[in-house]
């Protein structure tokens, strides 16, 4: 699908208005604002990626993985220019291309459809073995997980088979709102650390820290960072 | 004769050498037979180790980056274990890949249950899309590996086994069923490595015998013209799970007043080790056993 859609110059400010033009899935409310920092940074600030070039092979890739609460992954790309701005109040319902999970096939700059969780990070080991295959080395591949999402097995497949080859273009965002019923013990990053990636842990809230972790270089190893928010509930 | 496995590494790997859309995804097994075409592609023969769920997720990973991937290991690992990976990597993705799996139904009895998927192909048949190949000789494997790996963006499932009839059947690289025997009383139709034993089985019979190398998409005019020849009883010969068919071939006579016998593997876990020829025999599948079942049912 392509849609053009001029860059409508929202601000961070903006993205509150935004979301509240979606309504009907206020279960996960705590999920959709948890990862909204984390969202604005990678797509003001990080991804190499814009409306325009959302087809291009070297694109940077961005696969939420996370796909329940969707509203601020909406909010952001409505603010880039991805999708338009009117689609939003259509969210759920029957003629509107953004469903309480987002699908790739209906939404412009939507890399995966996702919802079912612990899917994200397997596709981008393979987006990643991928655009190496074909000479792109310069995309980076962003993933963004929750916490809880971290306790699907086929993550931890990811994580240590990414670490070991030494997939330096793979990047996760584990967005950690805390809702894992038994947690981390000694925290989500030393998973990522035993299995040989590099890590920063930092306030998921802030966005000077979210840049500098973003952007920490990694040289022949995939780079994690947790994005620690208030607790869930 | 190689065996399809065995003819699957030696195609596979070069045509690693001549399309460079092509990669293919290993989780350890017949890792060994690819070594040397990993040691000339190093990143389009990816071995993620012993993780099945990985190995989906990252085809499916390639080929949103545009490649061709190639998924390879048994059966009940490829299909079974990771099935909501191939619903929702390729299918829900929009994109498209060629599994293939060894093992079968009951390659390697010896080893036992864990490593037998008689479900395979119904499992598949949840799914919207997949092609579903089942050669009865490497041959026909190899053909229709060539097939399935410049079939586009399709998803196609190629179903290797241990088994194979005596010979190749010529064509059977096409969609279509073909027709290897014709008569009056009924049509018989055989899956892959199960030809061999239909037509011994039904020697001397006034049967025509069809025989399909591809089972999805369910060649719906083949068999009913078959029928409209001859009659319209109906026996599927299926080397995986029996009624795996059933759906489709009732689908096809949809307004055609018909009867079908569908033979197969047997649902219930046989629980027994021994050779393929036993396993054959006890789920009623060897000449002597399916003439029986065939001829009480035509009357």
Same mark, same amino acid.
């Given at each position: 699908m392509t849609h053009a859609t001029a860059e409508p110059g929202f601000r961070y400010e903006d993205l509150g208005r935004l979301m509240a033009l979606m309504t009907g899935d206020e279960k996960h409310g705590p999920a959709a604002t948890s990862t909204l920092d984390v969202l604005w940074v990678l797509y003001d600030r990080v991804l190499r990626v814009d409306p325009a070039s959302a087809d291009e092979p070297g694109r940077d890739r961005f696969l939420l993985s996370k796909g329940h609460g969707p509203m601020a992954y909406y909010a952001v790309l409505a603010a880039k220019g991805f999708l338009p701005v009117d689609w939003l109040p259509g969210f759920g319902t029957f003629d509107s291309p953004l469903g309480h999970h987002p699908d790739r096939v209906l939404i412009p700059g939507v890399e995966i459809a996702s919802g079912s969780l612990g899917h994200g990070l397997p596709l981008a080991v393979g987006s990643a073995l991928g655009l190496r295959a074909q000479g792109l080395h310069e995309p980076a591949v962003w993933v963004l997980i929750g916490d809880a999402e971290l306790d699907e097995g086929s993550n931890?497949?990811?994580?240590?088979?990414?670490?070991?080859?030494?997939?330096?273009?793979? &990047?996760? #965002?584990?967005?950690?709102?805390?809702?894992?019923?038994?947690?981390?013990?000694?925290?989500?990053? !030393?998973?990522?650390?035993? =299995?040989?990636w590099s890590t920063a842990t930092v306030d998921g809230r802030d966005h000077a820290a979210l840049h500098a972790a973003f952007t920490t270089p990694h040289p022949g190893r995939p780079h994690a960072v947790v994005a620690r928010v208030e607790k869930k509930f | 004769m190689d065996t399809m496995r065995e003819r699957f590494i030696s195609v596979t790997s070069r045509l690693l050498d001549e399309d460079p859309r092509l990669a293919l995804v290993l989780a350890e097994i017949t890792m060994d037979g690819?070594?040397?075409?990993?040691?000339? &592609?190093?990143?389009?023969?990816?071995? #993620?180790?012993?993780?099945?769920?990985?190995?989906?997720?990252?085809?499916?990973?390639?080929?949103?980056?545009?490649?061709?991937? %190639?998924? &390879?290991?048994? =059966?009940?690992?490829?299909?079974?274990?990771?099935?909501?990976?191939?619903?929702?990597?390729?299918? &829900?993705?929009?994109?498209?890949? %060629?599994?293939? !799996?060894?093992?079968?139904? *009951?390659?390697w009895p010896a080893?036992?249950?864990?490593?037998?998927a008689p479900g395979d192909v119904a499992l598949l048949d949840t799914l919207d899309g997949w092609t579903v190949h089942v050669p009865g000789h490497p041959d026909e494997a190899e053909a229709l590996l060539r097939h399935a790996y410049a079939a586009g963006d399709d998803r196609v499932y190629v179903r290797l086994s241990q088994m194979s009839n005596a010979a190749p059947r010529p064509g059977a690289d096409g969609l279509r069923f073909q027709t290897v025997r014709e008569g009056r009383a009924g049509v018989v139709l055989a899956v892959g490595p199960m030809l061999d034993g239909v037509l011994a089985a039904t020697e001397g019979l006034d049967v025509t015998v069809l025989y399909a190398a591809t089972v999805r998409p369910f060649d719906e005019a083949g068999l009913r013209a078959a029928v409209?020849?001859?009659? =319209?009883?109906?026996?599927?010969?299926?080397? *995986?799970?029996?009624?795996?068919?059933?759906?489709?071939?009732?689908?096809?006579l949809l307004d055609v007043p018909h009867r079908v016998l569908p033979l197969g593997v047997g649902r219930a876990e046989l629980?027994?080790?021994?050779?393929?020829?036993?396993?054959?025999?006890?789920?009623?599948?060897?000449?002597?056993?399916l003439r029986q079942r065939i001829t009480a049912f035509l009357g």
């Open positions: 931890h497949e990811a994580i240590a088979y990414a670490g070991s080859a030494g997939l330096e273009a793979l &990047h996760t #965002v584990v967005v950690d709102n805390d809702s894992a019923t038994h947690g981390w013990r000694g925290g989500i990053a !030393s998973r990522f650390e035993a =299995a040989g | 690819f070594r040397p075409a990993q040691r000339r &592609h190093p990143d389009r023969v990816i071995n #993620v180790g012993i993780r099945e769920q990985l190995l989906i997720g990252v085809g499916g990973g390639l080929a949103l980056t545009g490649l061709r991937p %190639v998924v &390879h290991t048994f =059966a009940s690992f490829l299909v079974e274990r990771p099935f909501e990976q191939v619903k929702l990597d390729f299918g &829900h993705q929009d994109t498209g890949g %060629v599994l293939v !799996s060894s093992s079968a139904s *009951y390659d080893g036992g249950y864990t490593h037998m409209a020849r001859a009659s =319209a009883d109906v026996v599927l010969v299926e080397p *995986y799970l029996a009624g795996t068919s059933a759906a489709a071939a009732g689908q096809a629980r027994r080790f021994g050779t393929i020829e036993e396993h054959t025999a006890a789920h009623g599948l060897d000449a002597g056993s």
